[in-house]
């Protein structure tokens, strides 16, 4: 268990990106929620559309540089 103190903040993660191919020349992003408890949430939403992964991927990048968005893998 991690505690946060002056010398060691706890940033927290609060969702998770992960994206799918619906059809050949369309991709979307999902946002899961992550509860308190650190469990996935059932529910998820699409946050982004594109027609290419790279497009997907370039826009996932962006967010991430602005909180703590991670990604998930395809496994």
């Known amino acids: ?3 946060m103190n002056a010398f060691r903040p706890i940033k927290p993660i609060q969702c998770v990106l992960k994206i799918r191919e619906i059809a ?3 991709w979307w992003v999902y946002r899961h929620e992550i509860g308190q408890n650190g469990i996935l949430k059932p529910l998820s939403r699409v946050v982004f559309f594109s027609n290419t992964r790279a497009a ?6 962006a967010q991430r540089q602005d909180a703590n968005v991670y990604l998930l893998s395809d496994n």
Request: no cysteine; glycine share 0%.
């Open 56 to 61: 997907a991927e370039q826009w996932i990048e």
């Open 24 to 26: 050949a020349d369309s």
């Open 1 to 3: 268990m991690t505690y």
